[in-house]
């Protein structure tokens, strides 16, 4: 479990910001460098009458699996509505394939080579206490900034006002007995009388709930390598209690202006969800992968460093059959829909209080999974689509692209200066995503950026640096070389046109890309449009 850093001066932050028009000063933070120092910020009352509150809500491992992204096994009703709502952004991309240094990223608007974050175990404040992250940046900015649940993978103490009593980064909560045990052969199964003998002993759902997400005397892969099934609707587990804290949070700050993260740790590993979530997803009804594969399968001409020998999070050390991972993928989407779940609670109360029209809410992921695709879980090194791609929507009040859908290639880096621009706060230096107000106002307008997503297997720079453009997907590995997809006409990634001779100068291009990102200058430039080569 992360380690939350402690910041022994954070309350007497949080009480002088809390108290809107005020001057605040920010003297804690005298040796930062001029650039990025935090901006002593004067805000008057009726100024900040106007602004728009942001809802931040996150999901933790959530590829886009949801009807309104074309499954329709997952109906997912609340986030379905919330991309109508706004404008639902069909190619959002990761910077990086793993939950810190993709957070950390997308939360300074940084990219991944200027944070230096490319693991789970290094949190920024203590590398570059310059970056102001993007809730601190609102609280400078006059807005009370409140956190529950997951938003930060280490929590970064300077960026709320109030949060981290829901468990921090984490499940957070106590429980040690799997019903689904695939350890113990009964993969896939109900362990026998597990419920009933919960319910024979009096015990209520929320402490059922609590006992069974434990990872308490669990190794990692114990703890991560199963399936949860939850009773009632998940009262006691970590993500329902950050429902109800993100709706404390709605009613108590609601005259005043907010950004409030509401975050998720679910789809993560172990998928888990009340049973209700998983009858509604039959599992006859889940279909394999077209490349599914018991266990990692590099397809013919690809490099060696496109997958990783080992799975994470999912099938560790171990191979799937069909069957099985049928039921994982029920359990990831039952998951899903119970995220969904607590998400139409959280929403269902910013209307209530008839907060909506003046509300902002973005919803989004760490980054995206594998489902089995080439015997791939989990997201760990994946630069391939499934690894990459987020869900995400904007709902900005009044935006004129609302309830469209936008097809460009974004990423999330774009939040920050996105969410900075429609408060209508001054835009900050350093900034390395690009404001999206654009495409919120007119989806379909024009929007050549490409989306960088690289990957560090050993030492201090990455080992994979993918980008994806529009039609292309492009890396390349210090293990094996280069690969080219063709996203258009090979939707499911198999077949690697990097060498093939007549694709020589949209590789050429698109390696230049890359090169480009490591000259670590950002926001790159728009390219030209890509020309096609005749023979595709
Ligand atoms: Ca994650």
Request: aromatic residues 10%; neutral net charge; proline residues 8%.
């Amino acid at each position: 479990m992360p380690h939350r850093p402690k910041n022994p001066t954070r309350r007497e932050i949080l009480k002088g910001a809390a108290a809107l028009g005020v001057t605040t000063a920010f003297s804690r933070f005298a040796n930062l460098t001029a650039a990025d120092a935090p901006a002593v910020v004067t805000v008057s009352k009726t100024a900040m009458a106007n602004k728009l509150n942001v809802l931040f809500i996150m999901s933790d491992d959530m590829r886009p699996e949801l009807n309104c992204y074309g499954n329709p096994l997952v109906a997912a009703p609340n986030l379905t509505a919330l991309g109508k709502a706004g404008v639902m952004f069909e190619r959002g991309y990761c910077p990086f394939p793993l939950c810190n240094p993709s957070r950390t990223a997308m939360l300074t608007g940084r990219q991944v080579i200027n944070t230096g974050v490319m693991d789970n175990s290094t949190y920024f404040g203590n590398t570059h206490p310059e970056l102001v992250a993007l809730p601190r940046y609102f609280m400078q900015n006059g807005y009370v900034t409140a956190r529950a649940g997951k938003i930060f993978h280490f929590d970064d103490g300077p960026s709320w006002n109030v949060g981290g009593e829901t468990g921090g980064t984490s499940d957070g909560q106590a429980m040690d007995i799997p019903i689904i045990n695939p350890h113990a052969g009964v993969y896939g199964q109900v362990a026998p009388g597990a419920a009933d003998a919960a319910q024979a002993s009096g015990e209520d759902d929320a402490s059922y709930n609590r006992r069974i997400s434990s990872s308490a005397g669990k190794t990692q892969q114990r703890y991560s390598d199963e399936i949860l099934v939850l009773k009632g609707n998940g009262e006691g587990h970590g993500d329902y209690a950050t429902a109800d804290r993100v709706i404390e949070y709605l009613r108590k700050y609601k005259d005043q202006p907010f950004f409030i993260g509401c975050g998720f740790v679910k789809p993560h590993s172990p998928p888990t969800a009340p049973q209700r979530f998983f009858d509604m997803i039959p599992v006859d009804k889940v279909q394999l992968p077209v490349d599914y594969a018991a266990r990692r399968t590099l397809p013919e001409g690809f490099p060696e460093g496109c997958l990783r020998p080992r799975n994470a999070d999912l099938f560790i050390g171990r191979d799937s059959t069909p069957e099985q991972a049928k039921q994982v993928i029920q359990a990831y989407y039952a998951s899903i829909a119970w995220a969904d779940w607590n998400i139409g609670r959280v929403v269902a109360e910013l209307d209530r209080l008839g907060l909506r029209e003046k509300t902002i809410i973005c919803f989004s992921a760490d980054h995206g999974y594998q489902l089995g695709e080439k015997g791939k879980w989990s997201k760990a090194g994946s630069l391939w689509e499934e690894g990459a791609r987020i869900p995400l929507f904007i709902a900005a009040p009044k935006a004129k692209g609302n309830g469209q859908v936008c097809k460009r290639i974004v990423e999330n880096l774009n939040i920050y200066p996105t969410l900075v621009e429609l408060c209508g706060l001054p835009m900050p230096t350093g900034q390395e995503g690009r404001s999206m107000t654009a495409l919120l106002e007119n989806p379909q307008a024009t929007w050549n950026y490409p989306a960088y997503t690289v990957w560090k297997e050993i030492g201090n720079q990455p080992t994979g640096w993918g980008v994806r453009v529009e039609r292309w997907r492009y890396a390349e590995y210090d293990l094996g070389g280069p690969m080219l997809l063709d996203m258009d006409n090979d939707p499911h990634q198999l077949k690697n046109l990097a060498l093939d001779p007549a694709y020589a100068g949209i590789t050429a291009k698109l390696a230049d890309m890359i090169k480009q990102y490591k000259t670590q200058n950002f926001p790159r430039p728009a390219y030209e449009p890509f020309t096609a080569p005749t023979a595709a």
